[in-house]
């Protein structure tokens, strides 16, 4: 009866240790989808063993090869890189499990296998592979774009024409696409009050397509009335709705006209004609608008001659014939601009005097006279010899 007692006991003892050990394998644990060659973690929870585990893969149930063993089972995890195991490697499929078994081969040995299936799935390595795109076509696509650069740009006055100013930019394409139908925007910001205080033009290049490497000019001419600062700004694409956005700035500066008289009477001989020679000359920088010249001849009294425009260093004669029937001396007198029509640069030299010209009681014309313009004023610039 005592020997019974202690063999029930012992079986009870046993029995109690072998339910205190268990594993549980956590992951994968069904439903997963690991791809081939990746690296995943197998883990589980282990209570009360005492010897190291090994970790096997199953395929519908049946053995397929060792993954690892001699594990420590309180680790908890293991690195696989999926589908390897000691002979070979499982292809993607589906109904894998993996079983974690305690070593020794005790009679109560403790194991767990994955609920439920996981699925090993293929190495996906490109799109491209995928949906059989051409290698040819793989390749990264540079998009073509056009760029812009604004070249060489100048401004100057026109040297043939009175106060017209040209603008000019070279438009250069430095891009691989062509630039089509590019907007531009002018403004030019003159003196307050002036027809071109904050002037704005715009429009589209004059160039509808700039291909690559090729180059479109603008140019606008302007006429500048007043003296004073005149700034340019140039743009193009100025909203930068393609990205082509560039702008440059120029300057020019209108300078003042400045008009002088000079006065070459030839010799009077008492009853011929004779002639005075009025020079108008435009010495400042800049052209000046039509003005009136005054004359005055003592006895003859006073006559008035348009000027036309001068530009710069222009010279614009008027002759003025009269016959004088006595003896005596003369005054002749000019003033250049006598309206003030034209913004001079100075007006205190607009006049000139001769005061002492005498009348010779000649019997015939002399024309030993000066015909020529006076020192300082060029015969090459006299507009209307």
């Not at 050990?21 to 994968?28: E, F, G, K, R, T």
């Not at 395929?59 to 090869?65: A, E, I, P, W, Y």
């Not at 603008?218 to 700034?231: C, V």
Request: overall charge positive; glycine content about 6%; proline content about 6%.
């Amino acid at each position: 009866m005592k020997k019974l007692n202690l063999l029930i006991l012992s079986l009870l003892l046993i029995g109690s240790f072998a339910f205190a050990q268990s594993i549980n394998v956590s992951l994968p644990n069904g439903g997963e989808d690991w791809t081939l060659g990746s690296s995943k973690n197998i883990t589980w929870t282990a209570t009360g063993l005492t010897n190291d585990v090994k970790i096997t893969l199953w395929k519908n149930n049946v053995f397929l090869g060792l993954i690892a063993k001699d594990i420590d089972p309180s680790s908890g995890s293991y690195p696989w890189t999926v589908g390897t195991y000691t002979d070979g490697t499982a292809p993607a499929d589906v109904d894998y499990k993996i079983k974690i078994r305690e070593q020794g081969g005790e009679s109560f040995t403790t194991e767990d296998m994955s609920d439920e299936n996981f699925t090993i799935v293929k190495v996906i390595r490109s799109v491209t592979q995928t949906m059989n795109i051409p290698r040819d076509i793989r390749k990264p696509v540079l998009v073509e774009k056009p760029r812009l650069e604004l070249q060489n740009p100048m401004i100057g006055f026109l040297p043939n024409k009175c106060n017209i100013v040209k603008f000019a930019v070279d438009i250069k394409n430095v891009g691989s696409a062509a630039a089509q139908n590019i907007p531009y925007k002018l403004e030019i910001n003159g003196p307050a009050g002036t027809v071109l205080d904050n002037w704005v033009q715009t429009g589209t290049l004059p160039c509808p397509t700039i291909a690559p490497d090729s180059t479109c000019k603008y140019t606008k001419e302007t006429l500048i009335e007043f003296p004073g600062m005149y700034y340019y700004t140039f743009k193009v694409d100025p909203d930068n709705a393609n990205n082509l956005y560039k702008k440059v700035n120029e300057q020019i500066v209108q300078q003042h006209p400045d008009l002088i008289v000079h006065i070459s009477p030839m010799t009077f001989n008492l009853a011929f004609k004779s002639h005075t020679y009025f020079y108008v000359k435009n010495q400042g920088r800049a052209c000046s608008k039509p003005s009136i010249l005054r004359t005055y001849m003592e006895r003859k009294g006073v006559k008035k001659y348009t000027i036309p425009s001068l530009r710069p260093g222009d010279i614009y004669q008027v002759i003025r014939t009269e016959k004088y029937f006595a003896l005596g001396t003369i005054t002749i007198a000019a003033i250049a601009d006598y309206t003030k029509l034209v913004d001079e640069g100075q007006f205190e030299n607009n006049n000139e005097d001769k005061t002492s010209k005498k009348i010779k009681s000649a019997t015939k014309f002399d024309s030993s006279g000066l015909r020529r313009a006076p020192e300082g004023f060029f015969p090459g610039n006299i507009i209307n010899k």
